[in-house]
């Protein structure tokens, strides 16, 4: 995170576009001069040439040619520059409600720092539940997303459910210093002003995974419980064997392992590496159908088929503030990893549970297989025939909820 936020203060403050601007100008305008200039001694040369000998040409033409490359050499380097803080520059949001901005239309708590957090529940009352969970969402969703359970099901157990748009997407105001820890401390100032009691149960899907570590590392004492559905994983956590990570990201497609390597090796090149046109880049982003297996390629089918709510509103505020910048916050260097986590529940007062579909080839199974080996206090539940998109599946969406309620 450190080196994020670093190297995107030096981008953004030390080359302010207006100094740049004029700097630009200004080399262009040199660099025209020095061309104007060469034509100029070429006329000359080419008239000496006619009257003088062989040898004054050259050394008329060996004379200027040094400083002109150099300096024709800078114009272009400072071109190049100037083309590359272009690229490099995420483009400011959109922030919802403000002149510009898309409209705010969901109810939003606001935190401490000022950011708002909007929000959606379902399910009983709250004041009625008998299971009080917080949804977080996964990469490129919302608050809005379709849980696949039935009403029927939801009365039955008594569940209230608290659904977020995460920082930057939907309706959420974007978060430059947004951070793994900050996701659990957003989780908990949600949490505490609606209200919703002094502990909760957590189930986080796919990306949303992260901010479910993160609240486990941070805020252990606020949770009755929590499932990680297909979890989110990461190739260079702290205190994890760097062997199994290099099988984990070995399973993936050459373009997701370059741009998961770029987020965390080179932050500050995300943006450019995800508008450029000359390398892949993120399978799910590109339609590269190779990361679904048969049983999502099924489920794709039956969700295009009926219609989402609130998808336009996910990227609504640009889509660096959502979706790329919460790769850089899944891919940033923790302070932490999940082995480093201490059992939740040491007297079994509520459980932690990892389900991976066996399919998956978005998230390698290998990996939360070793965490749950590592980690007896998870329950691990691997899924045949299953793949990434089974969270959309009520067959399997229901048993999740009533393992970490009831099981
Ligand atoms: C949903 O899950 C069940 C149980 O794993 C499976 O039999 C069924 O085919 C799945 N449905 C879809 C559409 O994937
Ligand atoms: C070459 C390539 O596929 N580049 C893609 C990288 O990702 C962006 C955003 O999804 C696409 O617009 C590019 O075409």
Redesign the pocket.
Known sequence: MMSLSFNERVVSESLSPLVLVIYIQHIYKLSLLYIYMAGGTKKISAASARSHTRKSKQTTSLNLSPIMIVQVGVALLAGLLGWAYVAIKPPPPKVCGTPGGPPVTSPRVQLSDGRHLAYKEKGVPKEEAKYKIIVIHGFDSSKDLDLAVSQEFIEELGIYFLLFDRAGYGESDPHPKRSVKGEALDIQELADKLDIGSKFYLIGFSMGAYPVWSCLKYIPHRLSGASLVVPFVHYWWPHFPADISKKGIKTLPARDRWTFRVAHYAPWLFNWWMTQKWFPNLSIMTGNMAVFCD?DL??LK?LSSTPSVGQEKIQQQGVYESLYRDILVGYSKWDFGPLDIANPFPNNEGSIHIWQGREDRIIPSLMNRYIAEKLPWIRYHE?P??GHL?MF?S??CEPILRELFLG
């Open positions: 049983p099924e489920m039956i899924v025939d299953a089974m599946n067959t399997v």
